[in-house]
C-alpha cells in the first residue's frame, strides 16, 4: 500500500505546472540563493588559487627569512616593550653560506622609484639583489647579462629591467649598454628579462633589478626586506632553518630576531585564510536560502489551504496521512531540487563570466560547495514544506469535502 | 458485514455541543441496497462519513467484516478505505487537472497499483461507464452526469465492498441522475452494498430498505430482507 515514486513524482508535477507563477518564484527564489554561493565561493576559492600560485612558483626548496620574531609568545612581549628587532644585514645574508646544505642565497631589497631614459619616465617597483636570484627564482634572461657576483658587497652602477618596461622606455631600441635614470642616480643596462614570471604580487616584466648595496643606498637604508634561502633537499630544510636561525642569533648578541618560513608553511597559512574565507562568504549566501525557505513555507501553505478539497479526497479515497504529508513533501523538494539545479547552472554561467573577465582568477566554484548548495536547498525545501505538509496531512476531510 | 453499536457523533462547535448522531444501532448486511432519508441536519453525512472511516465516532463501536475498525491506525483506515469503501459525493470532487481516466486510475495509483494493470483496469471501467471517447476529457469538459459517473468509476475501481453515496443525484438533472441511479444499482446488483443518501422520495423508494432519520437519531428502518 505505498504508492510508487514515479506516481508521487508525476502527480506533483501536475500540481506544480498548474500553478507556473508560484512555482517560477520559488524557483528563483531557491535558484538565487544556490547560485550565489556557487559564485561567492567560486571567487572565495579563485582567490584562494591565486595566491596559492602566487606562492608555490617560489620553488619548493626555498626559506625565506625575514626580521622580527613571530609565532611565539615572545612577539607579544615585543609589541609591549616597544621593541623592534634587528636589521637583517648583508652580511647576515652571506654568513649562511656557511652550511653545506645550503645552495644558493639571494639579499632582497625593495622599493619604488622614478625610472627614466631620456624623455621617457615612470614609476617602477625596484629589487636590490644578487647574482643567484635569477637561477633561485627561475628567471630567464631575454638579452645581456644578469646581476655580477654572488659575494657582492660593493654598489655597483648597472641593472637589469623587466621586458614590458624595456617595451615601454627603449621602444625597439636595444638598451643594453644605456644609461637610464633610477631615482638620482644612473644605472647602465646590463640585461633585460624574458616575459613571463611572477614574484609575490611583483610582475617581473614591470622592475628594475640593481645589485644588493646600490638599492642600499639608493633607498637609503642598511636593511634587508628579506633573504631568500635556497636549500639543496627538502629533507634538509629543517635542520638549515635551525642553522639560520642560531647563525643569526649568534651575530645578533644572542637575540632570536629573525622568522624563517618554508613556501609549506606559508602556503598552509594562505589556504586556511582562504578557505575560511571561502566558508564565511558561503556561509552568508546560504543564509539567503532561509529567506527562501521562508518564502517555499508560506506558498506551500497557501498551495495546502487552496487544496483543501483535493486533500479531503485522496483521503476519501485511500490516501493516510503519511501518503499526503509524502506529496507535499516530493512537491516542496521537486521544486527546491530544480530551483537548485537551475541555481548551479546560473552561478556556473556567472563564474565563467567573471572567469573571462578577470582570466587570472580562477574562480570555478569547488564541487563540495556546489554539492552542499545542492543538499542545502533540498535540506530547505524538506524543512520549511514540512509544516505545510503537515497541516495538510491533518486537514479534516469532512470539513475539506463538505462545502457548506 | 457492517454492524454499528451505540454510535454517538458530537461536535463541539464553541462552547456548544451538536449531537450529530445519537445511539446509532444499525446492522446491514453485505450486498444491501438502503436509501437514508430526513431532514438537513439530521445526521445523514455524518454517519457516511463515519461508515466510510473518514470520521471516527465519539462513542460506540464500529465493526466491519467481523473486525472492529473504531479504533485503527490512521494507516490501517485508509488501507480499509483505499480497498473496501468507495465514497460517491454530490460535488464530484474530480481533480481538474486530471483527465476523467487519470480520476478514475487516482485510488489505483494511492495504492501501488502497476501502471499496466491501471491501463487495464480503467479502459474497462471506462466502457462500462460509456465514457470510452471522454477518457482523456478534463472534468470541466465533461457534463454534470458524465462527471458523476466518473466519480462512481473512481469509486468502484478498487472493487470495494460498500458504496457510499452522499446525495449523489443532487447536483443532476432528473435525466443523467437516472442514468447515475441505474449504474449504481447495477453495481449493487453484482454484489456491492449501496448505501444512498438522498432528498428525492422517489429515488428513496426504490431502495430495498430505507431508514428515516430525524435529529441524529433513526426513527424509521424498513429492516433487511
Ligand atoms: N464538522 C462539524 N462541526 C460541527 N458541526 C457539524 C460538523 N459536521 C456536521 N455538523 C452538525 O451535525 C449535524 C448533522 O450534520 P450532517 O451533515 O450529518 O447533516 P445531514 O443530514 O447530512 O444534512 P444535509 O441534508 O443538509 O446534508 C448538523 O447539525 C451539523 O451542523
Ligand atoms: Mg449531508
Not at chain 1, 239 to 251: E, L, M, P, S, W
Not at chain 1, 258 to 287: C, E, H, N, P, Y
Not at chain 1, 326 to 341: D, K, N, Q, Y
Not at chain 2, 89 to 96: E, M
Request: proline content about 3%; overall charge neutral; glycine content about 8%.
Amino acid at each position: 500500500m505505498s504508492m510508487a515514486i514515479v506516481d508521487m513524482l508525476g502527480f506533483s508535477v501536475g500540481a506544480i505546472i498548474r500553478h507556473p507563477l508560484r512555482a517560477t518564484l520559488m524557483l528563483l527564489a531557491i535558484s538565487i540563493g544556490v547560485a550565489s554561493i556557487v559564485i561567492l565561493t567560486g571567487l572565495g576559492e579563485g582567490a584562494r588559487r591565486y595566491v596559492t600560485s602566487e606562492f608555490s612558483s617560489l620553488g619548493t626548496n626555498l626559506l625565506i627569512v625575514i626580521p622580527g620574531k613571530t609565532e611565539t609568545t615572545g612577539t607579544a612581549l615585543n609589541i609591549f616593550s616597544g621593541e623592534t628587532p634587528r636589521d637583517l644585514t648583508l652580511l647576515d645574508a652571506l654568513s649562511l653560506k656557511q652550511h653545506a646544505q645550503v645552495h644558493r642565497i639571494a639579499p632582497v631589497v625593495v622599493g619604488a622609484a622614478n625610472v627614466s631614459w631620456q624623455q621617457l619616465s615612470r614609476e617602477a617597483p625596484v629589487l636590490g639583489s644578487n647574482s643567484e636570484l635569477l637561477e633561485l627564482r627561475n628567471w630567464k634572461m631575454a638579452r645581456g647579462r644578469f646581476l655580477p657576483g654572488a659575494d657582492n658587497t660593493r654598489a655597483s652602477a648597472v641593472c637589469v629591467i623587466g621586458s614590458k618596461l624595456r617595451q615601454e622606455l627603449f621602444k625597439n631600441e636595444n638598451p643594453i649598454g644605456k644609461k637610464i635614470r633610477i631615482g638620482d642616480r644612473q644605472f647602465r643596462v646590463i640585461g633585460t628579462m624574458a616575459s613571463g614570471g611572477r614574484s609575490i604580487g611583483v610582475d617581473v616584466e614591470d622592475i628594475v633589478i640593481i645589485p644588493t648595496v646600490s638599492a642600499q643606498n639608493l633607498f637609503n637604508t642598511p636593511s634587508l626586506f628579506r633573504i631568500l634561502v635556497e636549500v639543496r633537499s627538502r629533507d634538509a630544510l629543517e635542520k638549515v632553518k635551525q642553522h639560520i636561525i642560531k647563525t643569526i642569533k649568534a651575530r645578533h648578541q644572542g637575540e632570536e630576531d629573525v622568522t624563517v618560513i618554508s613556501q609549506d608553511a606559508v602556503l598552509g597559512t594562505f589556504d586556511r585564510i582562504f578557505t575560511s574565507l571561502t566558508l564565511t562568504v558561503g556561509g552568508i549566501a546560504a543564509i539567503s536560502l532561509t529567506v527562501a525557505g521562508i518564502l517555499i513555507m508560506n506558498i506551500m501553505l497557501v498551495t495546502v489551504s487552496q487544496r483543501t478539497t483535493e486533500i479531503g479526497l485522496l483521503k476519501a479515497i485511500g490516501a493516510s496521512q503519511h501518503q499526503i504529508q509524502s506529496l507535499f513533501l516530493i512537491e516542496a523538494s521537486l521544486l527546491t531540487a530544480v530551483g537548485a539545479l537551475a541555481g548551479i547552472a546560473i552561478g556556473y554561467i556567472s563564474n565563467l563570466f567573471i572567469h573571462y573577465m578577470f582570466p587570472a582568477l580562477d574562480n570555478m566554484a569547488p564541487v563540495w560547495a556546489v554539492a552542499a548548495a545542492f543538499l542545502l536547498a533540498v535540506c530547505t525545501g524538506l524543512i520549511f514544506g514540512a509544516m505545510p505538509a503537515r497541516r495538510a496531512a491533518r486537514l479534516d476531510p469532512i470539513q475539506a469535502l463538505a462545502r457548506r | 458485514m457492517i454492524r454499528l453499536t451505540d454510535i454517538n457523533r458530537v461536535f463541539q462547535v464553541g462552547d456548544q455541543q451538536v449531537h450529530a448522531l445519537r445511539d446509532i444501532n444499525l446492522t446491514i448486511d453485505n450486498g444491501e441496497y438502503l436509501s437514508i432519508m430526513g431532514p438537513s441536519g439530521s445526521g445523514k453525512s455524518s454517519l457516511l462519513n463515519i461508515l466510510g472511516l473518514l470520521d471516527n465516532p465519539s462513542s460506540g463501536e464500529y465493526e466491519l467484516e467481523g473486525e472492529v475498525v473504531t479504533h485503527l491506525s490512521d494507516e490501517q483506515q485508509a488501507v480499509i478505505r483505499s480497498t473496501q469503501i468507495g465514497f460517491v459525493f454530490q460535488f464530484f470532487h474530480l481533480l481538474p487537472r486530471l483527465s476523467a481516466e487519470e480520476n478514475i486510475a487516482l485510488p489505483m495509483m494511492l495504492a501501488g497499483i502497476a501502471a499496466a494493470e491501471r491501463r487495464k483496469r480503467t479502459r474497462k471501467i471506462l466502457d462500462t461507464l460509456g465514457l470510452t471517447d471522454r477518457a482523456k476529457h478534463k472534468p470541466e469538459q465533461l457534463s454534470g452526469g458524465q462527471r458523476q459517473r466518473v466519480a462512481i468509476g473512481r469509486a468502484t475501481i478498487m472493487q470495494p465492498r460498500v458504496i457510499l453515496a452522499d446525495e449523489p443525484t443532487g447536483n443532476l438533472d432528473r435525466h443523467s441522475g437516472h442514468d447515475v441511479i441505474n449504474i449504481l444499482e447495477n453495481l449493487n446488483q453484482q454484489g456491492m452494498a449501496l448505501i444512498i443518501v438522498t432528498h428525492d422520495p422517489e429515488l428513496g423508494e426504490r431502495a430495498h430498505r430505507k431508514i428515516r432519520f430525524v435529529d441524529g437519531a433513526i426513527t424509521v428502518d424498513t429492516g433487511s430482507n
